[in-house]
């Protein structure tokens, strides 16, 4: 008896393939495109369109192309598949791309194909694309139902263009088209304070037409006054909701933390866990980001062990927050313990791990991470170069500097305004002004963050005619400068001691640029004064400095008091520190040289001894250089270094030279360190008015 196996159909396949969709099948549906091969019906457009959609379920997009790529002729329920597809696969660009080669094949869009486009590019940003959407969509009125103007809608408030959204919404609301999607899109749209007011309406319009419940609407009208600042309006919707969600409560916490009130953000996440709701990632984010932002360091870590309790540590998001917690609250190991136990590192943990080092002046432990970085193939943003060539800064690093430079060219990224600023930053820091121009010179588009790096590098190494005439042709090109710039000019003005270029500059700010001078711009002008001796000046500048920035103000007028022996002001300088922070030891250790000079042995000693009750002792200085591409690190005291005796030797040399030039140790300097616990040895006696050599 002979068995016949009944031919593959184009109806049988159909239903073969709407089975193994539901099932999420790969493997049997992989086995049935083997044998739609053999049939020939691979061309097929009706099943072409089945099987993209089920090849888009695996967890590489190409298999769904490749069958795409086999269709002659596709329509356009193949290319709406296909662009879902790349959608569905985080590569909305490639969407985007498709939908350029759709017009060249002329197929005609329908509604499906327009919401597909439409989100790719709110996921990409791409508003050029997305307007060029809308005119085609306004061309084919037909096609203009409720869901395009839900996507439009989203479209532009993604892509930052609010009040288009919003002419949208009360398109479709004039031809009763609008539904609690279109609201809940149009509100994310009003959420910023210029459209608080119409968010206000839509809001009412919700209740007016029985749309005002369920936790979607009630998580978008809680977001909008959240974001607005209207916390009070927020936490009515809130109480008003019959059915409460995690996301409503995610939007009441972050708004509280984005507005600076970090208590209250605890205090609602407490109730929400008191209520009964699960926190979530986002949830943990923003309040791992409100306790880093009211440096309530001991609740964060609380929050910590509820992160690890509830198994979502292995989120980057969390683990990046949490890192920037632990280096913000100073405490690298415990930042350094958590990114240890990331297992799959990408660009955010990575970047918050190099920042977090980077910004304790680590930079040498920062460069080893990125190297580290690299070699595991990690992805690397804008940010996290931007940290990087901070840390070369931050260690004179030139030639890896350099390396980064490289690799900011190889990616294309040169054009990248913040780069650009950590470039001319990092090269102007590093001696190379030429450098540092060329970057200047190469950028597309220079702006006040450019400029102010350029004037900072020339103000950096003195040369205050070429910052000034930076300066000038910066007002030329209709930039006004901010405050960044004032505190380059005045800190070379009080580097050189040029006190009428000081004063003309510090009082264009006010007159001319409408600038309120902050603690910098003060302890700027203070330092200017102080250098040259007009310490009545300065201090009578002092009483306006900000009290939070006062404490570098006092210490400055301090040092310069040493330096023209000046007791009294001196005492008066040294009692507004201890005031401000009693266990600073650069007071102690000034003030106490300034009595001794003075020959006021009795009062220096007094002044030792309310260091030693003060527990104010330095930090060993700690200095980096690197030579022939290696990085070299010294730290006072230490005697660790392989060349210590050559060091020493080469020490020795230099002081021999230094007193045979006439240089004199500062004996007063000897004797008060000898009495203290920082004791120093011949090699690294303080030689007062010692110059460059």
């Not at 969709?21 to 495109?33: C, P, S």
């Not at 739609?36 to 089945?50: H, V, W």
């Not at 001991?298 to 980057?316: C, F, K, P, Q």
């Not at 070369?392 to 040169?414: F, P």
Request: net charge negative.
């Amino acid at each position: 008896m002979c068995c016949h196996v009944a031919p593959l159909t184009i109806e049988s396949a159909h239903g073969l393939l709407k089975r193994y969709i539901d099932a999420k099948d790969l493997v049997a549906g992989r086995r049935l495109y083997a044998l739609i091969e053999k049939s020939g019906l691979q061309t097929n457009l009706f099943l072409g369109s089945y099987f993209i959609r089920l090849f888009s379920l695996s967890d590489n997009v190409s298999e769904a192309y490749l069958v795409f790529r086999k269709l002659i002729e596709p329509n356009v329920f193949n290319w709406t598949a296909i662009i879902s597809a790349f959608n569905l696969h985080g590569q909305s660009e490639r969407a985007i791309e498709m939908h350029h080669l759709m017009q060249q094949a002329n197929v005609p869009l329908d509604e499906y194909v327009f919401v597909a486009l439409l989100h790719s590019c709110a996921v990409t940003s791409s508003l050029i694309q997305g307007k060029q959407l809308h005119v085609q969509i306004n061309g084919q009125a037909a096609r203009f139902d409720t869901f395009v103007g839900n996507s439009l809608i989203d479209m532009y408030a993604k892509c930052g263009g609010l009040e288009v959204a919003r002419k949208v919404f009360l398109w479709l609301r004039k031809r009763d088209m609008s539904s609690r999607v279109t609201l809940v899109s149009t509100l994310k749209a009003c959420a910023s304070i210029e459209f608080l007011e119409d968010g206000r309406l839509i809001h009412a319009q919700a209740i007016e037409e029985g749309f005002d419940s369920g936790v979607i609407f009630g998580s978008a009208v809680t977001n909008l006054y959240a974001k607005c600042g209207k916390l009070l309006d927020a936490c009515c919707v809130l109480e008003k909701q019959p059915s409460r969600h995690t996301g409503i409560w995610n939007a009441l916490v972050t708004g509280y933390a984005q507005n600076g009130d970090g208590e209250k953000a605890l205090q609602v996440f407490q109730k929400m866990r008191h209520d009964g709701f699960m926190p979530n990632e986002v949830t943990f984010v923003c309040i791992v980001k409100a306790c880093t932002g009211m440096c309530a360091f001991d609740d964060g870590r609380h929050i910590h062990a509820l992160i690890v309790d509830n198994d979502m540590e292995e989120n980057s998001f969390i683990q990046s927050s949490l890192i920037d917690m632990y280096t913000a609250s100073g405490s690298l190991d415990d930042a350094r313990r958590v990114f240890d136990r990331v297992s799959n590192r990408d660009e955010i943990t990575w970047g918050a791990i190099v920042t977090g080092y980077t910004e304790h002046g680590c930079g040498e432990e920062a460069l080893l991470l990125f190297e580290q970085m690299q070699t595991e193939g990690a992805k690397f943003d804008v940010f996290t170069l931007v940290n990087v060539l901070k840390a070369c800064t931050c260690i004179v690093a030139l030639d890896v500097g350099q390396l980064i430079h490289g690799l900011v060219i190889e990616h294309g990224l040169e054009s990248d305004v913040c780069l650009g600023s950590a470039l001319i930053d990092f090269y102007s820091k590093c001696g190379s002004l030429d450098d540092a121009a060329s970057v200047f010179n190469h950028l597309p588009k220079q702006n006040i963050v450019t400029w102010s790096a350029m004037i900072g590098g020339y103000s950096l190494h003195g040369n205050i005619k070429a910052a000034l005439q930076f300066f000038e042709h910066m007002k030329k090109q209709g930039l006004k400068a901010d405050d960044v710039v004032f505190v380059s000019l005045l800190s070379t003005c009080a580097q050189m001691g040029l006190v009428d270029e000081g004063k003309q500059l510090f009082e264009a700010m006010t007159k001319d640029f409408g600038l309120a001078p902050t603690g910098e711009h003060y302890n700027c002008m203070v330092d200017l004064l102080g250098r040259v001796g007009h310490f009545g000046e300065a201090e009578s500048l002092m009483e306006f400095s900000p009290e939070e920035s006062s404490f570098v103000g006092w210490l400055t007028l301090l040092s310069h008091c040493k330096a023209h022996n000046r007791v009294t002001m001196a005492r008066r300088c040294f009692d507004h520190i201890v005031a401000l922070d009693s266990g600073h030891a650069s007071a102690y250790v000034l003030m106490s040289e300034i009595y001794d000079a003075a020959g006021m042995h009795d009062d220096a000693e007094k002044i030792r001894k309310m260091r030693d009750c003060g527990q104010a002792w330095k930090k060993p200085g700690r200095a980096s250089i690197e030579i022939n591409k290696k990085l070299h690190t010294f730290v006072v005291g230490d005697q660790s270094h392989s060349q210590i005796l050559d060091i020493h030797l080469k020490l020795n040399c230099l002081n021999s030279y230094l007193i045979g030039g006439g240089h004199v140790p500062h004996a007063a300097s000897i004797s008060a360190y000898g009495k203290s616990k920082s004791r120093i040895s011949r090699d690294n006696i303080f030689l007062e008015g010692t110059r460059a050599i």
